[in-house]
């Protein structure tokens, strides 16, 4: 067989002619599905689905220890800088409420690190008062003087806000639900922000915001919250406040209540 130099070249031009073809012929196919799953993403969001937006959420910007979306971090410049510390209730020698062999000061702990990243992964500068099992004062001092080292932490950092993670006893194990404490008027926005956006994302009993005389509220010089995350003395409130799923829409209430928060300041 003679070989057509020419007759080849025609051929070979005409598959590259048909595979340049279908390369784009994909690409744009491709680019079509991506914005159509895009689309059908943003509609699931915006379908005010809660629980789900806070599982995607985390999974987003804390499990898989990446930053959040492109729209999320927009949203959310307004913690860029700012000074937050978190105070997980209890520790060491003192574990605060215990039942069904679970410690508060478990709950509170596990709640504030992972408030911690979420809030480092919008570019806040968080203090936590205590990371792992311990007090802060020194061992063995008066329960004033520990709180107290809890306050200090502000001073100290020249905080913004203060946010104290606690969880609820009552000799009622009927009584269950979310609360958020405050002292002071300049501590009320904080509170009821973060008491609307936590009931948002559990689902919880609204038992609502309510002005108090605790220590580290009285003591600060900041907008300053406590915050009751539910009640393990409640045994259906107790097995969500142990379950990671459940924490994780507790951090998400808690980070957007200090989002609006800090968004409704800047707009006055
Ligand atoms: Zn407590």
Redesign the pocket.
């Known amino acids: 067989m003679v070989f057509n130099f020419s007759c080849f070249r025609k051929m070979v031009m005409k598959r590259m002619r048909i595979l340049v073809a279908s390369i784009v012929l994909l690409n744009l196919l491709f680019t079509n599905l991506v914005v159509f799953a895009d689309q059908n993403y943003s509609t699931t969001i915006e379908k005010n689905d809660l629980k789900n937006q806070a599982l995607t959420y985390m999974e987003n910007s804390v499990l898989n220890q990446t930053s959040p979306n492109n729209e999320e971090n927009n949203s959310n410049k307004i913690l860029n800088k700012k000074i937050i510390v978190i105070d997980p209730?209890?520790g060491g020698s003192n574990p605060?409420?215990t039942q069904y062999g679970m410690r508060?000061s478990d709950n509170?702990l596990s709640v504030g690190l992972k408030l911690k990243k979420l809030l480092e992964n919008s570019g806040a500068k968080v203090i936590m008062t205590r990371e792992t099992d311990r007090s802060v004062a020194e061992e063995g001092v008066q329960l004033k003087q520990e709180l107290q080292a809890r306050v200090d932490l502000v001073d100290v950092n020249n905080a913004d806000v203060f946010i104290s993670i606690?969880?609820n006893a009552n000799e009622n194990a009927d009584v269950h639900g979310v609360m958020t404490f405050y002292y002071n008027d300049i501590s009320k926005r904080l509170a009821v922000d973060i008491q609307k956006s936590l009931i948002e994302f559990t689902e919880a009993t609204d038992k609502g915001t309510e002005k108090e005389n605790f220590y580290v509220l009285r003591n600060n010089k900041i907008p300053a919250v406590l915050v009751e995350m539910g009640f393990i003395t409640n045994k259906s409130e107790a097995i969500k406040l142990n379950d990671d799923v459940y924490r994780n829409a507790l951090v998400n209430g808690l980070y957007n209540g200090i989002v609006n928060y800090f968004n409704e300041l800047n707009i006055e």
């Open positions: 209730g209890h605060g409420a508060e509170n606690h969880s």
